[in-house]
C-alpha cells in the first residue's frame, strides 16, 4: 500500500507543456518496483512520449504469453475546486 500510494502523489500528468520530471519519477518508481518483484525491466525510449517500463517474467517452456499493458501517466485533475480532495493525495 506505501507503494501504490507513493506512485499516486506523483502528478505525472503527460501532454504538451508538462513538467517532463513527475513523469521520469513515475517511470523510475515503476521500474523500481517491478525490479524488486522479480521482473526483468528495461525501457523503450520513442519519440515524443514519455519513456515505457517494460517487465518481462519469463514462462516455463511451452507456457502461454501474457500481454498486460497499463499507463503510470495520468490525465490532467481539471479544476481542482471540485475535488472533495486533492487530486494526488491518496485517501
Known sequence: RRDLEALVRIPSVSGAGRPEGPLLEAHALVSRLFAEAGVEV???????TPPVVMGRIPAPPGAPTVLLYSHYDVVPAGDEALWETPPFEPV
Open 42 to 48: 528495461s525501457s523503450l525510449e520513442l519519440p515524443g
